[in-house]
C-alpha cells in the first residue's frame, strides 16, 4: 500500500510570516507530483506538477521543491496572507491515472 | 472553453436507497475521466477512472459502480448505499498533459 504522508496536519501561521511544509511518499516508481489548494466550500485547485528531480515550482508567493530521490517535496508560503487559509494538499503519482493523495495540511491565517 | 459540471451539490439519501451522480465535461474530447471520495477524516481516495467510452477501471473494492455511456460522460452509482458511503464526491480530468487536476464542484453526500 502507497502512503503519501502530509506534515504537519494543521499549522496557524501569524499573517505576514513565512511558512512551509512537508509532503513524503515513496521514492520509487515516481511519475509526478502534484500540489493543490483547497478552500473552503470549493474544489482542489492545481497548484503544482512536478515531475523531474529537483524542480522547483513558483506561483507568486507560493513555491514548491521537489527531490525524488528521498521522496519529499516542501511546499513555501511567503508572507501569508488570510486568502492563503486552506487546505494543502499533494498528490504522488506513479503514473497518470494511479495518483495517490495525501490527507492534506490545514492552514489558518491568524489576522 | 473546457469546463467540468457535476451534480448535484448537496445529497441526503436514505440507507439502503440508489444513487446516481452525474459529471460532464465541455469543450474537449476523449477525456480521462476520474471519480474520487473524501471521506470523513481521510484523504481523497480514487474510486473509478475511464480512458473511453464503456471503458471502467475500479481502484478500490465498494458498493459503488461507474459508467461512462458517451464520451463526456462519466456517472457514479449505487443501488444500495451504506452508511459509510458518506462523503464529499468529486469528479475530475486532466485537461493536458502535465496539467493537474481540474475539479467539479463536487457532491456532499450524507447517507442516514
Avoid at chain 1, 35 to 64: C, H, Q
Avoid at chain 1, 91 to 104: H, L, P, Q
Avoid at chain 2, 59 to 81: G, H, T
Wanted: a neutral charge; glycine letters at 8%; charged letters at 15%.
Amino acid at each position: 500500500i502507497l502512503n503519501v504522508e502530509q506534515s504537519p496536519q494543521s499549522l496557524h501561521v501569524q499573517e505576514g510570516d513565512s511558512t512551509n511544509f512537508t509532503c513524503s511518499f515513496p521514492s520509487s516508481n515516481f511519475y509526478a507530483l502534484h500540489w493543490y489548494r483547497w478552500e473552503t466550500a470549493k474544489s482542489p485547485e492545481a497548484l503544482f506538477v512536478m515531475t523531474l528531480n529537483g524542480d522547483e515550482k513558483k506561483k507568486g508567493r507560493i513555491s514548491a521543491t521537489l527531490n525524488t530521490k528521498e521522496g519529499y517535496s516542501y511546499l513555501y508560503i511567503k508572507g501569508s496572507q488570510p486568502e492563503d487559509s486552506a487546505t494543502y494538499l499533494c498528490a504522488f503519482c506513479e503514473s497518470r491515472d494511479k495518483i495517490i493523495f495525501g490527507k492534506g495540511t490545514r492552514l489558518h491565517i491568524l489576522p | 472553453s473546457q469546463t467540468i459540471h457535476q451534480w448535484p451539490a448537496t445529497l441526503v439519501q436514505p440507507v439502503g436507497s440508489p444513487l446516481s451522480l452525474e459529471c460532464t465535461v465541455e469543450g474537449t474530447s476523449n477525456p480521462n475521466l476520474y471519480w474520487y471520495r473524501q471521506a470523513a477524516g481521510r484523504g481523497l481516495q480514487l474510486l473509478f477512472y475511464s480512458v473511453g467510452i464503456g471503458q471502467i477501471s475500479s481502484e478500490v473494492p465498494q458498493n459503488l459502480s461507474a459508467s461512462r455511456p458517451q464520451d463526456r460522460q462519466f456517472i457514479l452509482s449505487s443501488k444500495k448505499l451504506l452508511l459509510s458511503d458518506s462523503g464529499f464526491y468529486l469528479c475530475a480530468w486532466v485537461p493536458a498533459p502535465n496539467y493537474g487536476y481540474t475539479f467539479g464542484s463536487g457532491t456532499r453526500l450524507t447517507v442516514v
